[in-house]
């Protein structure tokens, strides 16, 4: 079994950098003495991590021996963060995880002392069925930390190379998507429950319905339009709940909802970008 032998420093200590620590621990594709996490403060989540996982926790000078810098802050935070690894920085690869923010910006912001990766994974890496987003920069990365990138990011779920020009697309639709999905699934378990299921039955059915679906798909390699076809017979019970979601214009909406989500990562990029240019003065 492969396994990663340099050293991860991750910044961060909140549901994604867990995610990625805990999903790649499970997968065994590094120990947890090569994983070291920090965080605004050494105790509170940072130190919870360390118990939980049995990683190191250290400060940000411990980024200078790492081979690869993980940063999983919320955007709001990446200046902040960027700014106080810089000097700690000496051409390792940075892999961010943060929405919005372009590699670009960052290598502004730590005045290229190391190539930038950036990424959009979603939540479920946490229990290795997640999917990610990457994109490379260019050029200053050299093959070796691409592969090692890729070798720790696949643990974790499916990996799909993009342009940097359609991440803030993926940022809408895998990085918000399981928000989405259970948004919907939300309200199928509302309506189950007023339709006279117990709490508890209406959720053990709804997930293995999710679960079974998606796994049909898959397995089957068939496209959501087709199977939905298969299960909707003419006069049946699917065509007339898919006739009311067709008067309801639900596909106009999950359209405008992912075109809103885009926006809104595109404009969070600006925002933080303005705001770096104060951190990077510093």
Known sequence: MQTFSGEVFVIGAGAMAEAFVKGVL???AITADRLVVTGRALGGRAAALG???????????AAASARLVFLAVKPADVAEALAQV????????LVSFAAGVTMGW??????????????????????QEGVT????????????????????????????????????AATAFSGSGPGFVCYFLEAMEQAAIR??????????????TVVGTARTLREWGLAPDELRRRVTSPGGTTQAGVAVMEDGRLREIVDAALQAAARRSEEMGQAYAVAGESAARE
């Open 26 to 28: 499970e997968k065994r």
């Open 51 to 61: 118990e939980r996982y049995g990683v190191r926790v250290a400060g940000m000078e």
């Open 86 to 93: 810089r000097p700690h920085l000496n051409g390792q690869p």
């Open 106 to 127: 960052m290598a502004e912001i730590i005045e290229h002392r190391s190539p930038v990766v950036r990424t959009m994974p979603n939540i479920p890496v946490g229990v």
């Open 133 to 168: 987003a990457i994109s490379f920069p260019e050029g200053g990365l050299e093959e070796r930390d691409r592969r090692d990138i890729l070798f720790l990011l696949e643990q974790l779920g499916e990996v799909v190379e993009i342009p940097e020009r359609l991440m803030n």
């Open 195 to 208: 339709l006279g299921f117990d709490p508890l039955l209406a959720r053990a059915l709804l997930l293995q």
